[in-house]
Structures are given as structure tokens and as C-alpha cells.
Nanobody
Framework: VQLQASGGGSVQAGGSLRLSCAAS????????MGWFRQAPGKEREFVAAISWGAARTFYAESVKGRFTISRDNAKSTVYLQMNSLKPEDTAVYYC??????????????????WGQGTLVTVSS
């Protein structure tokens, strides 16, 4: 499994970015996908997840209403649209994949495959 994240960059507070993660080496439509982030000096944290067929999504409280996760199974790509960005959103963002699971999200779900990160910097 290979996951290639892109779309990071620098933006001012209140701005927007869209991250993309292209997947290969897997049957993409059979995988739940997630986004995580790690800020400097902090542990990695969950951001958002989407089920294999896009029927279900799940967000961290800190991004709910500002971020939207989506996927295009025909392109084997998952997206993270980030609006109303805040300086505290500054982090390296990682995409992750895991074979589809029922229930979709449980506390502490471990994703099995990870991509390299893409850096998002939000200035005030």
C-alpha cells in the first residue's frame, strides 16, 4: 500500500487548503480512509475519517464544521477540504488507510497503512 499526500502549504488564518492523498497498491473501495495530524512537540491526533463507500464520516471536535473529508473511488484519492484555518491547525498532516470495518469508527481504531506527511502552516 502506498499513500501519497499533497496540497500542504502556508496560509493565513481564515484561509483554506485542500489536501489530497492518492492511494495505490490496494483495492481503494475496500478501505476506510483517515486523516491525522501531528503538531510540533505534540502527539499525532485524529482529524477525520470516511468509510469505504463514503456513506459515513467522522470528525474530531476541533475541526467539525470547518473540515470536510471526501473520496473519489474512481481516482483512488481521498481529500481533506480545510476552511477557516486557525494557527492551531498547523501540523504535518498524514493520510491513512485500513480495510473496511464494522463498526466504522471506534475509539482508538488503528489504521494499518500510512503515507508521508504534508506540512500545513497557518499564520496569524
Amino acid at each position: 500500500v502506498q499513500l501519497q499526500a499533497s496540497g500542504g502549504g502556508s496560509v493565513q488564518a481564515g484561509g483554506s487548503l485542500r489536501l489530497s492523498c492518492a492511494a495505490s497498491g490496494l483495492i481503494f473501495s475496500s478501505y476506510d480512509m483517515g486523516w491525522f495530524r501531528q503538531a510540533p512537540g505534540k502527539e499525532r491526533e485524529f482529524v477525520a475519517a470516511i468509510s469505504w463507500g463514503a456513506a459515513r464520516t467522522f470528525y474530531a471536535e476541533s475541526v467539525k464544521g470547518r473540515f470536510t473529508i471526501s473520496r473519489d473511488n474512481a481516482k483512488s484519492t481521498v481529500y481533506l477540504q480545510m476552511n477557516s484555518l486557525k494557527p492551531e491547525d498547523t501540523a504535518v498532516y498524514y493520510c491513512a488507510a485500513d480495510p473496511k470495518s464494522v463498526p466504522f469508527m471506534t475509539a482508538g481504531r488503528v489504521f494499518s497503512s500510512w503515507g508521508q506527511g504534508t506540512l500545513v502552516t497557518v499564520s496569524s
